[in-house]
């Protein structure tokens, strides 16, 4: 079974700074997915960004990127120019690539409160 | 196009009340997910559907948890006999196999179960 560890609870970051939330993973799998979900408080679950682990490269959205580092099961989310709409709760998401029933397997998220 | 849509979007139940709640996917979408999630926490995956068939029901808690999706499309996930611990958010979600996205999977709003 795959287990998704997000060990900070809470962060909090200045408008228009840079913030980095964390993500390991335990899986034996060799092919996966690894997705950021953004929940603001209207609970609508908004896909962020999303990495195919057999891909070196690093994927990025606009103000959003993610460090994948696959042999230390790291996961991590950088948020640069930090705006007031990103304040929500992030989950980091694990997903094995089979034919069917790849279902997600959340972290406990992040409570993040960007401050004008 | 539209996105996911779930209803209600809050529903209040006296405990033993039977329930339904109701996903209408992305068109097109072949696979359907329902989750839940308990206040606090991350989404709880509880049963899979590849166009009608439910092919994967191991995370539904108890025989008191139905789902179906007798058209391939709308589903519907049945609570009967609730239960306080049934209280949460029940998130849906679909995703389509193909493409530049395949397999990631898009969010409804949720509905807010709260049982008395």
């Known amino acids: 079974a795959q287990t998704v560890t997000q060990s900070q609870p809470e962060m909090s970051v200045q408008e228009a700074e840079t913030v980095t939330l964390s993500c390991t993973y335990d899986t034996s799998e060799n092919n996966y997915y690894l997705f950021w979900y953004k929940q603001p408080p209207s609970r609508q679950m908004i896909l962020v960004i999303r990495q195919e682990a057999y891909k070196q490269q690093n994927a990025t959205e606009n103000r959003f990127s993610v460090n994948f580092q696959k042999a230390a099961k790291s996961f991590s989310l950088k948020i640069s120019d930090s705006q007031l709409g990103d304040t929500a709760m992030y989950f980091c998401?694990?997903?094995?690539?089979?034919?069917?029933?790849?279902?997600?397997?959340f972290g406990g998220g992040t409570r993040l409160m960007v401050k004008p | 196009g539209a996105g996911v849509s779930q209803s209600p979007r809050y529903k209040v139940a006296k405990r033993g009340q039977d329930v339904a709640l109701r996903c209408d996917p992305i068109?097109?979408?072949?696979?359907l997910f329902w989750y839940q999630q308990a206040l606090g926490q991350g989404p709880e995956f509880l049963t899979y559907?590849?166009?009608?068939?439910?092919?994967?029901k191991s995370g539904l808690p108890s025989d008191r948890f139905f789902a179906e999706r007798p058209e391939g499309s709308v589903s519907t996930l049945k609570i009967q006999r609730t239960q306080q611990e049934d209280s949460a958010v029940y998130l849906c979600?679909?995703?389509?196999?193909?493409?530049?996205?395949?397999?990631?999977?898009?969010f409804g709003p949720g509905t807010r179960l709260t049982v008395l």
């Open positions: 559907f590849q166009n009608e068939a439910q092919l994967d």
């Open positions: 998401a694990f997903m094995k690539h089979v034919r069917a029933g790849n279902m997600l397997t």
């Open positions: 068109s097109g979408h072949v696979s």
């Open positions: 979600a679909s995703s389509s196999r193909g493409g530049a996205d395949t397999d990631t999977q898009y």
